[in-house]
């Protein structure tokens, strides 16, 4: 699987460096699809050109994480795409509805759940419940042969979370500050490198601000940044 990082920063993040959380992930057999589309995300999706994923999945309902949806469903409407599938937890269905019925011409098929889950083509994509400020899921893609857990905001140590995580093959993790975020939900860089082995992990969701802190006191493992690609 080929996995491309489109938006790598935190909901703290300042400025354009690093847009909010969004990655793409395409099969050795061409399906693709997205998780996440945050703020600046949608922009990045258009200059790559990567606009032929089949399904988006969304991991909560935070601005960060969902707000480049809305103007991406404009730019489908104008380019006359084809409705795109939009997975969620309960709530992204009242939040376009509100943008629908103040004006603007956007739609999408939208498929809620506590869980989400789905079988698109060789991919089968499923979550589990993450441990964030409000709800949020992890999800899991698997092609048959690999596996990769994308764990969007959670506070570790979370059980579902590291359950999923002992057989994967590549976890991409948030890392949302240096030391001690767990009164907003999120895991720290520190509590990171003494859980999770460096050779499966992939720290993202990074305040721009900090970015050389974070390098300092992780050096050795693989910090995500936009346009990243990785090979699983």
Known sequence: MKIIFI?????????????????YIKSNEGTSVLLDLGTGANFKIEDLNLLDFEAIFITHLHIDHINGLFDHLVQRKILRMKEIRVYSPPGILNVLDSYVKSGNNISANVIESELPKAKISDLEIYSVEACHSIYAVSYIIT??????IYTGDTLEPCETVLDEAKDADLIIHEGSCIDN????????????????DR????????????????????K???????????DV
């Open 199 to 218: 050779n499966k992990l992939i720290i993202t969701h990074i305040p721009a601000q900090i970015e050389n802190q974070v390098k300092e006191i992780a």
């Open 181 to 196: 975020c767990k009164q907003y939900g999120h895991t720290s860089v520190k509590q990171l490198i003494e859980m999770y």
């Open 7 to 23: 938006g790598t920063g935190a909901g703290a993040t300042y400025g354009s460096k690093r847009v909010k959380s969004s990655i």
């Open 220 to 230: 050795g493992y693989i910090i995500a940044h936009d346009g990243m690609i990785v």
């Open 143 to 148: 092609d048959g042969e690999k596996k990769i």
